[in-house]
């Protein structure tokens, strides 16, 4: 069965420097998600992106962040300058294959951002 | 989105049904209903969805009640795989676009031995 995939699983990085966090949704969606969980809390919308633009962003998408699908598979989430407030798990999903009706997101593994 | 209600924590003995319960007593005739789960900060799974009908699928069966103002999952042999948080969602039937997944706090099942 398709899945979400992300890399990496775990990142840990000084607090000021740059990430990013890469995704590979499943293959004939067209729609592409980031979320965060900040341990111990609900897990959060961050972003959408449809057809190589974003959507939507929550107030936590700030300048800081930005996304990216730099080719036909990979869809990236980069943190420009990251923040002890950044540590969290981030969830990658992907929907809609074309011509579905449903918008049913699927979400990968997770990458465990660790600042220090 | 409408607001659901699900009890904070649930235990069930492995091998019985576990049936989580729902309220979403202020969902709209366009809404549906979404059930995901999420095993100790893995991602979020999907499990199941429907509008008004019963659905029924290799994981788990949806029971919406008639007046759709509840529902309830059910696990019908539980095992030590089925911990997890389950999530009940009410999303709006699409409407050619995609919706954002808002997560609530959700019902922490612990399946016993």
Request: glycine fraction near 6%; aromatic fraction near 10%; proline fraction near 5%.
């Amino acid at each position: 069965e398709p899945e979400v995939t992300q890399t990496p699983s775990h990142q840990v990085t000084q607090m000021g420097q740059e990430v990013i966090l890469r995704c590979v949704p499943i293959s004939n969606h067209l729609y592409f998600y980031w979320y965060r969980q900040i341990l111990g809390q609900k897990v959060e919308f961050l972003v959408s992106f449809y057809n190589n633009e974003i959507s939507e962003k929550s107030e936590i998408f700030d300048d800081q962040f930005s996304v990216e699908r730099p080719d036909g598979s990979n869809f990236t989430l980069k943190i420009r300058s990251t923040k002890l407030e950044d540590s969290a798990m981030y969830f990658c999903a992907s929907s809609r294959p074309s011509g579905a009706t449903m918008d049913t997101q699927y979400f990968g593994p997770g990458t465990r951002l660790t600042v220090l | 989105d409408a607001k659901t209600t699900q009890p904070t924590s649930m235990d069930c003995a492995e091998g019985r049904a576990a049936n989580l319960p729902c309220n979403h007593s202020t969902i709209s005739g366009n809404e549906y209903v979404y059930w995901y789960r999420q095993i100790h900060s893995q991602g979020p799974q999907y499990i199941i969805h429907g509008l008004k009908n019963n659905e029924t699928n290799e994981m788990a069966s949806l029971i919406i009640t008639e007046d759709r103002k509840s529902s309830t999952l059910i696990l019908p042999h539980a095992t030590l795989r089925d911990t997890a948080v389950y999530y009940c969602i009410v999303r709006v039937l699409d409407s050619g676009g995609y919706q954002k997944v808002t997560f609530g706090t959700g019902t922490k099942l612990q399946v016993i031995p």
